[in-house]
């Protein structure tokens, strides 16, 4: 016996016998080729070499018996193509049929693939299985907004959380707040949420507005019974883009307002919507606009209507709200204008910036001009006033005051060294601006107030995820923390 069979080792090459044969034969036949190559050039070949020449037929015979022996997979048959060539039909028939049944099987496969797909295609697709919403007392992410019911008795609160909760004004103070109600059906942050205040089918009803780019309408909760549960949405409208903004018209209880940032393909927009019933359709649509809009708001019922909307370059642009023309713009502030708000007559625009300044402006007159500006030592995000601010008839007992907070981005705070009560909110003489208090509790920027209709205090909410009802000297009369 050999030392070749006695060997225990494993073999050295991968290549059974037939393939190593096939190589040798061949290795002979491309020795032929350069020998025809070098003869083509004028060359003179030699008696030996020639006879190699004459000899080619029978080295391509005997590789053509080595094919048909060749296993089908072999890699020898991709690495020769210019031998392969030379093999007459008989020696390559068992490969190709191989390789054809190879190549039906696949497309048998593709086949079978493309009817599974146009199976499932044409299947109604299962919902998925979402888990139930359940009642929460406080938000568990940033609050971005509030709005008051008609009656003063509730108020609601949007979050990032994407949830809207509902909560009673506490008559008495030193309250521990929770949360009677938890209005469900969002898939993202909820930036926007307004109550509607004027007469008629819609009076107490809500809309938000989401990062999911859906509007949805939901019941007051004035309708509802007093047991703590989630509530879901009477209608959902697919509005698109980012909607940061929603309000009820104050004049016509079937329409609102509402803006967006981009998303997508979708552009920022501004439009007006009519409701009946729970279906919605667009009117006005406006996505020609100075920058991108924050806010935007209903003018003084009653006349002309008009939009107001404030803008990212610091402008506030005023629209017809019958046909989206641009009738006026304001350029008012140096940066970014983050909210806009009125007093209780809608004579009196008030706007927040990142500034630093607030700026009252009367819009009862064509000329639009500034009545006050308030400045701070922080961005300001909100602003608000009390039924009385700057009223002819208001006595010096009555609350002249005006309330604004923010403070710095929570990227920034972690940057930069916070201002004494950053997130406080101030409550300035509104005449002169000077403080005469503040609202503390706050720990982080402050992204909302609203004063209640009897003046006798204000409610807050912010970055923090916290909500509290403050008095109207800023001492806190309740909270969601204790």
């Known amino acids: ?131 139930p919403p359940t009642h929460q007392t406080r938000h568990d992410r940033p609050v971005t907004r509030l709005t008051i019911s008609p009656d003063g008795n509730f108020f609601y609160t949007s979050s990032k959380d994407k949830m809207i909760l509902v909560w009673d004004v506490p008559q008495k103070g030193g309250q521990h707040m929770k949360a009677r109600k938890t209005y469900a059906g969002h898939d993202g942050a909820v930036w926007g949420v307004d109550c509607c205040l004027s007469e008629g089918p819609n009076k107490g009803k809500l809309l938000s507005g989401s990062a999911d780019g859906k509007i949805c309408l939901w019941p007051g909760v004035e309708t509802l019974g007093k047991r703590a549960e989630a509530v879901a949405p009477l209608a959902t409208l697919d509005h698109g883009g980012i909607v940061k903004f929603v309000e009820w018209s104050l004049d016509d209880n079937a329409k609102f307002v509402s803006c967006s940032y981009k998303l997508g393909s979708t552009p920022p927009f501004i439009a007006v919507w009519s409701l009946d019933g729970t279906r919605s359709t667009c009117l006005v649509k406006i996505e020609k606009m100075p920058a991108r809009a924050n806010e935007v708001r209903w003018g003084a019922p009653g006349g002309r209507t008009k939009l107001f909307s404030c803008h990212d370059n610091g402008y506030i642009a005023v629209w017809d709200a019958e046909n989206g023309d641009l009738l006026k713009t304001l350029a008012l502030h140096k940066d970014i204008v983050t909210q806009l708000n009125f007093d209780f007559t809608r004579k009196v625009l008030l706007t927040a910036s990142a500034d630093k300044t607030a700026l009252a402006v009367d819009v009862s007159t064509p000329a639009m001009a500034t009545l006050k500006t308030y400045r701070a030592d922080r961005p300001i995000n909100a602003i608000a006033v009390p039924p009385t601010y700057l009223s002819p008839d208001a006595t010096e007992e009555d609350n002249q005051t005006v309330a604004i907070a923010g403070g710095r981005d929570p990227r920034d705070v972690t940057t930069s060294k916070l201002v004494e009560g950053e997130f406080d909110v101030l409550i300035l003489g509104a005449d002169q601006g000077d403080q005469w208090s503040a609202g503390k509790g706050h720990f982080g920027p402050v992204h909302c107030i609203r004063y209640f209709a009897d003046g006798l205090g204000f409610a807050s909410c912010g970055e923090d995820g916290c909500v509290k009802v403050y008095n109207a000297d800023g001492s806190v009369h309740a909270a969601d923390t204790l």
């Open 1 to 131: 016996m050999s030392w070749r069979a006695e060997c225990t080792l494993p073999p050295t090459s991968a290549l059974n016998e037939d393939e190593k044969n096939f190589l040798k034969s061949v290795k002979k036949l491309r020795d032929v080729f350069k020998l025809e190559e070098k003869k083509a050039g004028g060359a003179r070949l030699e008696a030996n070499q020639q006879a190699k020449i004459d000899g080619k037929q029978a080295i391509v015979d005997e590789i053509a018996g080595l094919a048909r022996r060749l296993p089908v997979q072999s890699s020898l048959w991709e690495k020769n193509p210019d031998v392969v060539a030379l093999l007459p039909d008989s020696a390559l028939e068992r490969r190709n049929k191989a390789m054809a049944d190879t190549r039906a099987a696949a497309e048998r496969r593709d086949k079978d693939r493309q009817e599974r797909e146009r199976e499932r295609a044409s299947r109604p697709e299962r919902p998925r299985a979402r888990t």
